[in-house]
């Protein structure tokens, strides 16, 4: 995919911003979300669980919430905007997650609300990062 075509369908001044990071299995890391920056997240190695719900009032998914799963098995870029809390579970041990962001972190100021990872628990009927047998 070239620099063309993400901005054609995600139309963001651009990636500014990368990170890799491994994570053990079954760690949350969650809940945040930006007030400008869009997050991107790709994993190269292992599985994860992603639980985003929508903090944008007045939008049509607003307190909505969707549950990911990205694998190295069936590779994904998952488009994280402004106003979406988000957070993540590795379903594997030695996960690597990509991470970009359309803007430089700011350290003395960062574009970052955070919350606990049970914060939606009563909204979503219960932990959304329990792992459920099929």
Not at 6 to 15: H, T, V
Not at 29 to 57: Q, T
Not at 119 to 134: E, M, R, T, V
Request: hydrophobic residues 40%; aromatic residues 8%.
């Amino acid at each position: 995919m070239t620099q063309q075509h993400l901005q054609q369908q995600f139309p963001i001044q651009g990636m500014h911003c990368a990170a890799c990071s491994a994570r053990i299995e079954k760690v949350v890391r969650a809940f945040h979300k930006h007030a400008e920056l869009h997050d991107w997240f790709c994993i190269v190695h292992g599985a994860a669980k992603f639980v985003l719900v929508d903090d944008r009032k007045g939008g049509p998914t607003y307190r909505k919430s969707d549950v990911a799963t990205l694998s190295d098995k069936s590779p994904k870029l998952l488009v994280v905007p402004p106003g979406v809390y988000h957070g993540w579970m590795s379903l594997a041990p030695d996960t690597m997650l990509l991470s970009t962001a359309s803007h430089v972190y700011n350290k003395t100021k960062p574009d970052e609300e955070r919350i606990p990872p049970d914060a939606f628990d009563g909204l979503l009927g219960g932990s959304p990062w329990a792992i459920l047998a099929k």
